[in-house]
């Protein structure tokens, strides 16, 4: 009993180790510098879309257009270029990025639609700018030096992408346990009406929410545009089941309330060592998508029923 | 702190709806050290008047004034600033937070910018152990009791250092024992100097706690007076306009043989080895304190969380009541706890409500039968005085009292031979608490036999023909009539001996 | 519900809601029909094309196909299970099965065969929802998923050729000048209409989504009514991927891309609420074809693919904002 408890709250470590055994029994060498750099290279961009969606999601909010803003934000950095210069232009993408939050935000806070059908909606609005900005055809960059730059790898390991991606989730998990602020996005998440009687603003936090997922995006976008030298409109459309399937499996709850970063980091990491095993065993793309596929209802479904649920009618009205 | 004098005083409030004048002319005047108790029926207007108070509406007239100067508050953070605190009816806290964190929301204390977690435990422990509650201010909010969460709630409130406290309906989810805790707690507020504003339903409470007693009705001010001097009835005659002199008739009804019998019910948590019989004619009480386990009891014998062990039987047959549906099947009918919550379906009109758990046989193909669905609900509606009568309205428009009869309308049409009702009268005013009670007596002294739960003594006392007390899980012999006593009653509930 | 209209309805019970929820309702319901009427006026006028036969028998063929997703999609919404998202899977699964199996057990099977198994995909996700009580975003997201990559394994990745062209010949054949395929959609239609609005079953599904709670202690089966929603869903896009099928005689496993959006927008543009409990098939449809007209009026002007999905997208988030405003208004 007392073991099951301990294994449910550190599931995510748990299924993380087993991941990484089988990966390594399975895959020859998988276990090497290269290999894992590698692994979370590919990881990164999955895992900084995942640490604005697991802000969201604590909040009670989703945001499904985050593929389309990772697109749109990869093009306005690529196709700024020539006039604005590199780093401006990948400014230029970051803004791309978070304005796009802030019209999913306002869409939520100000128009009150429902965030599902509200992203659903700018999903495919955003996902058409993409191929209306671009003609449907893939943008190449104008310095193809930059791309080799940014996949180097530092201390061994790290790229630029990952090192990001690691520090900016260290930061979130601070964020999230220790200030005011983060406290107070789990109390909009887990009863926001209780949450405005003591003074904090909900639809400030979400709206701010947003804007925090879409500049996440925006960058995971950006730095993937930059290291492919090319914006495509394309780019971004199968990723929204693996970073929801990232942040569920690091037990962040799709109800609101509940939720950590370092939760979603082993989420994130889960996903990019089974992506990685699977693409050095040749597995085709179909068949890593049922597998990402079969981990997200899994862990869905093992949270509903293994979860130390509140007495009966202990449990608190959480309205909405 | 002030001690004493004047520290809210209301002139003239109104407040006007789009077509709707929710309150006219409203004066109000709290005091230190004073408990003021706003008592009135459901849509008197006590809800608003809060609201306004507490910031969350601006009165269309009518000024406020804390300490003597006039304030205007247009959000919650300004009555909070000016130290007014609500304890709301409906929980205000965050259940994935902890104790602590939920006592300080919106005002955590902070170190260097991160939240100061060792002050913010420390105090929180402290208020606690003042108020007297046994609660560790790690633990998550969401484990704890409704009646754990409600001193958590008065904690917040409390250790804010109000200058006025408004409470409104405190009690509703709590025993008679925790309100006698509560109103130990409400004394050292008002010993510390503290403006209590009280509302509730409840009128023996208002008498035992309050100092002063305003009575609203209609969005008016009826009257405002000591508390020393007024009675329960004479309060009653102000809230309807009328005098009420018995408030809980029993209907006399012959009793006959056993209907539902229930042996060594349990589920493994919220109660065990529960036996009673309920006979045709007869009115079964259910009481105990929030959390003993009667909820938990009635949602098994009507199978939304089947019992694991013992067994069902209706009129001497066992019945596997394994769904609401066979639950419906063996003849079992029950209208649930909250109405709001799990009572009545908003969007659909009163002829849907009514007709639900009968639709199959309405329907002749899959199609169901519009005239035989109307013919049910006119006849309902007109024999429970459903008002307005028009089935065809949606339900959420109508009042809380008119709500619950439809409810109960809704499974007379199932034939049912036991009806069990979870508090049917909780939040409903005075006047419809009345037709409620008489349309149980009129089932019973049609041969039904009823369970039904109930918080409140006088109700219990009142209309019931036995009564069983359930505490921790388990459920004592029953109480006969002829025995009754408040006493007795809450010595069972309570496990303490009866003094 | 806003504090006010709470308070409101708590204080007075008025008459006066009455009146405001059926103006607000006449409103939307009389937009829909002034916007489609205008939609045809303005196409009429811009385009010579457009009120012609050929160009509406046209527009409800591409229609028939996406309505037989929207009338199951409608349960899903009204049932208050927000959307499925596994739609394009299941529709690849109608298309790829009932075009892959004919030469193994011939056309008629194989058509049936295929709409079964998406059905049966409906039925895992309604379990997840309704017995498992996933969100069902996320369980549709999932075993859309997997079903698409099961499919897609199953004929190794490739685009599905038919075999069979008499079947090809059937479903593009005509009734009375109306194509089969459209009045198979109307079928569907009516009996969904029928179900939804007639049936004991529907009651149960509008009972289900505006209380659960209220609606499982008044004795409705809500787990089975919510995962029938999606057993519902899962049939129909199965059959509107079997007929897509067969009438294209090619499937790839990409056949039902965008179908999932299509269909909520047209159910979300008809008034259905996302919230459940309210909502009907004729409304639905209504959006439907106000959607379809539009993005036909569009191709005839030329409008460019990616600006009709930024007006499909801003069409979403209009209806569904105003839907807020207008219940906000209505106090319901």
Known sequence: MNLGATIVRFRVAVILGLTLLCASLLVPGFLGATTLSLGLDRGATVGLIAIGMTVLLIARQIDLSVGSTFALAGIVAVMLQPSLGIWPAAMAGLIAGAAAGAINGLLVVTFKVNPLVATLATMLIFRSAAHWLTDSQPVPGTDIMLSVSLSKIHLGIFTLRSALFIGAVLLLHVWLTRTVAGRNLFAVGSNAEAAKASGISPGRTVFLGFIFAGLFAGLAGVLQSLTTNTGSPVFGSELLVAVIAAVVVGGTRIEGGRGSALGTLGGVLTIASLTTAMEFQSVPAYVQQVVAGCILILLVVLDRTVRPGPRSHAATGGTH | ?499 | MTDASAALSEETGSTRFRKDGRWAALLSRAGLSIAILAVIAYGSAVSPVFFTTGNLVNVMTSMAIIGIVVVGMTFVLVVGGLADLSVPATIACGAILSLALQPMIGPVPAFVAAIGLAGLCGLVSGVLVGYVGINPIIATLGIGTIVLGIVQASVGGVIVYGTNPETAMLVKSRLFGIPTIVLIFLAVALAGNFLLARSWWGRWTFATGGNPKAAEAAAVPVRAVKAGAFVITGLCSGLSGALLGLTLQSARPLVGTGYEFSAITAVVVGGVSIMGGAGSVPRAVAGLVFVQLLTNVMVLQGVRTPVQGLVLGLLIAGAVALDVALRRRGGA
């Open chain 2, 1 to 499: 702190m002030a001690a004493s004098g004047s520290a809210l005083r209301m002139r003239g409030i109104s407040k006007t709806f789009p077509g709707v004048k929710a309150l006219s002319d409203v004066s109000l005047c709290a005091e230190y050290g004073r408990v003021h108790a706003i008592v009135g029926e459901n849509g008197a207007g006590k809800s608003t008047l809060m609201k306004i108070l507490s910031g969350a509406y601006p009165p269309s007239a009518g000024t406020t004034e804390v300490d003597g100067a006039e304030v205007r508050m247009r959000k919650p953070a300004d009555a909070q600033k000016l130290g007014i605190r609500m304890v709301h009816q409906e929980l205000n806290l965050v259940p994935d937070l902890s104790v602590a964190e939920n006592v300080y929301l919106g005002r955590m204390p902070r170190r260097r910018g991160f939240v100061d977690r060792a002050a913010m435990l420390r105090d929180t422990k402290a208020v606690l152990e003042e108020l007297g509650a046994a609660i560790d201010p790690k633990v998550r909010l969401g484990e704890l009791s409704i009646s754990q969460q409600q001193l958590v709630e008065i904690a917040k409130a409390y250790s804010a250092g109000p200058r006025i406290i408004v409470l409104d309906e405190p009690t509703s989810s709590l025993s008679e024992h925790e309100t006698a805790a509560l109103f130990r707690i409400l004394r050292t507020m008002k010993a510390a100097g503290i403006a209590i504003i009280y509302i509730s339903h409840r009128l023996k409470e208002v008498l035992e706690i309050a100092d002063d007693v305003t009575v609203l009705r209609d969005g008016r001010l009826i009257d405002t007076r000591p508390a020393a001097g007024i009675t329960a009835a004479e309060m009653i005659r102000l809230m309807v306009g009328r005098e009420v002199t018995n408030v809980f008739p029993k209907t006399p009804s012959e009793i006959g043989t056993p209907v539902l019998k229930v042996v060594g019910l349990g589920d493994g948590r919220d109660f065990q080895d529960i036996s009673f019989e309920v006979r045709a004619g007869e009115i079964l009480g259910l009481t105990g304190l929030v959390g003993a386990g009667r909820t938990e009891l009635a949602r098994a014998i009507f199978g939304l969380t089947p019992a694991s062990e013992g067994r069902i039987e209706i009129n001497g047959m066992a019945a596997a009541i394994t769904s609401p549906a066979a639950a419906v099947k063996a003849g079992i009918a029950y209208v649930p706890e909250d109405r709001k919550d799990s009572g009545i379906i908003p969007s659909m009109s009163v002829r849907e409500n009514i007709s639900l758990p009968v639709l199959r046989r309405l329907s002749r193909l899959g199609r169901v039968s519009m005239s035989a669905d109307r013919r049910l609900a006119t006849k309902y509606t007109r024999d429970f005085a459903i008002a307005p009568p028009d089935p065809e309205r949606r339900i959420e428009q109508l009042s809380g009292g008119n709500q619950q009869k439809a409810v109960i309308a809704r499974w007379l049409s199932t034939s049912p031979s036991v009806l069990i009702l979870d508090e049917p009268t909780r939040g409903v005013d005075v006047g419809a608490k009345a037709e409620i009670h008489r349309i149980i007596g009129e089932l019973v002294a049609g041969g039904m036999a009823v369970v039904m739960i109930s918080s409140e003594l006088p109700e219990v006392l009142g209309v019931c023909d036995r009564v069983v007390v359930m505490r921790d899980g388990r459920a004592s012999p029953p109480v006969a009539r002829a025995e009754f006593s408040e006493e007795r009653i809450m010595a069972l509930a309570t496990g303490e001996a009866a003094a």
